[in-house]
């Protein structure tokens, strides 16, 4: 009986060990990082780093492809020394992640230094990150989006709301506080509904003023104090243009830099066929109308560069497959031609 309990006792621990996966590694070595200062201070010692110079990442443009660079840390302390710089500027840096092979990774902003100097001894551009995220490869996007938006938030937290006190980040830039008061401050995000309204045959886009030309996407807005998810949705499409909401269902979510920190939770949303004539909210939106099957397949394969017609006006397109409103507009394309 002993050993049949022996036995048990191994398979047990055999399958905790195989379920302690790659990824639960890396998340428990992270959160490791965040929480041990002198751990991640050791950490910044091998870790790489991404550059931004004033919430800007650095690109490098190899042939037709932009790279993001990651520089070691003895890389890093070689350009620092070059520009007569002192070490304190790693201290400056943000935990934006780590390989599965447990490398750190790291987010520093250089907007105190010369931009041009900078761009010149690494051979490469500080580029605007709307330009980046399309630019560079599906899998860099989102670590730019989080490693802006961390640093856009120690930016805009450098003082206490309860004192003016200045407060202090910890190495893996998770937190801040401040010693006046006790008080410890997190990152947030703003959560924000984007909805892609359908009538069952047609879907509905809008553009605003500040939009590219000819460009047209889902319903969004952020959620008010107190909402769940369907009533924000149901509220934003009502304000925005005028119809009310029957049924909905959940899509997927994204993280998106902008305006500073969102959470973009996507949905389908449903609306009756009968009822579907739009009253646009003309101070929030420049336009809004109901795209068919057949205009969706074609905005889909036009890309900005080529949407405009000889007479000046832009055909409609639509926003690229890195954005989730494009996720949403595909999965009603299919749904439809299923």
């Not at 060990?17 to 050791?42: A, P």
């Not at 640093?151 to 450098?158: F, K, T, V, Y």
């Not at 190495?171 to 401040?178: E, I, L, T, Y």
Request: proline share 5%; glycine share 6%.
């Amino acid at each position: 009986m002993a050993a049949v309990y022996q036995a048990l006792q191994r398979r047990v621990s055999s399958l905790a060990c195989r379920l302690h996966s790659t990824y639960v590694r890396k998340m428990r070595y992270l959160n490791q990082l965040k929480e041990d200062d002198s751990l991640c201070r050791q950490a910044q010692t091998s870790g790489t780093f991404y550059l931004f110079h004033n919430l800007s990442p650095f690109l490098q443009k190899v042939g037709k492809k932009y790279l993001v660079p990651q520089l070691s840390a003895a890389e890093m302390r070689q350009v620092l020394e070059r520009l007569q710089e002192a070490e304190q500027w790693m201290e400056k840096s943000v935990l934006i992640g780590c390989s599965d092979e447990h490398r750190p990774r790291f987010a520093l902003d250089l907007g105190a230094l010369d931009k041009s100097v900078i761009e010149s001894e690494l051979q490469g551009s500080f580029t605007d990150l709307r330009k980046a995220l399309f630019v560079v490869d599906g899998k860099d996007s989102p670590l730019l989006a989080s490693a802006q938006s961390l640093l856009r938030w120690h930016d805009s937290h450098q003082y206490c709301s309860k004192t003016g006190q200045p407060t202090e980040k910890n190495p893996a830039g998770s937190k801040r506080v401040c010693h006046a008061s006790g008080v410890t401050y997190y990152p947030q995000m703003s959560p924000v509904v984007i909805t892609l309204v359908s009538d069952g045959s047609r879907c509905l886009l809008a553009r605003q003023r500040s939009f590219p030309p000819g460009m047209f996407t889902a319903l969004s807005g952020f959620c008010d104090m107190g909402e769940n998810v369907e009533e924000a949705v149901r509220r934003e499409v009502a304000e925005e243009v005028g119809l009310e909401v029957e049924s909905l269902r959940y899509s997927a979510s994204q993280h998106w830099p902008f305006p500073s920190s969102s959470l973009m939770i996507a949905c389908h949303a449903l609306v009756g066929a009968q009822r579907a004539e739009i009253s646009m909210d003309t101070l929030e939106l420049e336009e809004a109308r109901w795209f068919g099957l057949e205009e969706i397949v074609e905005g889909l394969k036009r890309e900005p560069s080529s949407s405009k017609q000889d007479n000046g006006r832009f055909l409609p397109w639509f926003p690229p497959k890195q954005a989730i409103a494009h996720q949403l507009i595909r999965e009603w394309l299919q749904q439809q031609t299923a």
